[in-house]
């Protein structure tokens, strides 16, 4: 079946440094790729899109590539700050045109 | 105001009874979604409409949840004779269309189903 893999369920860096988070697809090629950002008792926001065209997408400290040889995509904060701190999600479409979220990593910066 | 709005915040329930809860997306928003996310779990996509057509219900869980929407805005999720089971907070998203737009979320419905 197609999936969503974000294989880390938690991150937990110093602040300063840079965050990497990743993201997994398996058994098919979305054309795009979403990045949302999930505080505790909030409904995600969105942060980035990617298209399968692109390799790399930049919003301030916010950095996405997409690797399609590799499946993967990648979200990266640089200079991390304890705000940052939240859950991370992406999503695509799947090939039956419904929205597929991965269950996100949980990113803790601590100061 | 200007963001999706979801209502009620919170609803508890007794198991048996039916609950209705309800989605008023961004203004000009023609896509609407509704998904369901369990504790510390990721969002489980139920259904989308385009306009006030669902193409495709097969996400809904079982028979017991309906979802419809009205005028192109309003849209209700049913969920009848709940369950335990049942019991997550249950979230809904608008976008410009159903393609690769950016969704809005609400901050969803915590149901509590006793």
């Known amino acids: 079946s197609q999936k969503i893999e974000q294989n880390s369920e938690a991150l937990n860096i110093q602040e300063g440094k840079t965050a990497t988070l990743t993201c997994n697809y398996t058994n098919y090629s979305p054309a795009y790729l979403q990045w949302y950002r999930q505080d505790p008792g909030r409904g995600p926001v969105f942060l980035l899109l990617?298209?399968?065209?692109?390799k790399e997408k930049r919003k301030e400290r916010l950095k996405v590539t997409f690797d399609t040889t590799l499946k993967q995509s990648l979200f990266h904060i640089t200079a991390s700050q304890p705000a940052d701190s939240a859950t991370y999600l992406c999503a695509a479409k799947s090939s039956a045109s419904k929205i597929i979220f991965g269950s996100g990593t949980r990113l803790s910066i601590r100061p | 105001g200007a963001g999706v709005s979801q209502s009620p915040s919170n609803k508890v329930t007794e198991k048996g009874k039916d609950v209705e809860l309800r989605c008023d997306p961004i203004?000009?928003?023609?896509?609407l979604y509704w998904y369901r996310q369990s504790l510390g779990q990721g969002l489980e996509f139920l259904i989308y409409f385009q306009g006030n057509s669902a193409p495709d219900k097969s996400g809904l869980p079982s028979d017991r949840f309906s979802a419809e929407r009205t005028g192109g805005s309003v849209s209700t999720l049913t969920i009848q004779r709940t369950q335990q089971e049942d019991s997550a907070v249950y979230l809904c998203a608008s976008s410009f269309e159903y393609s690769n737009q950016p969704q809005h979320f609400g901050d969803g419905t915590r149901l509590s189903i006793l």
């Open positions: 203004s000009g928003h023609t896509a």
């Open positions: 990617i298209r399968e065209n692109e």
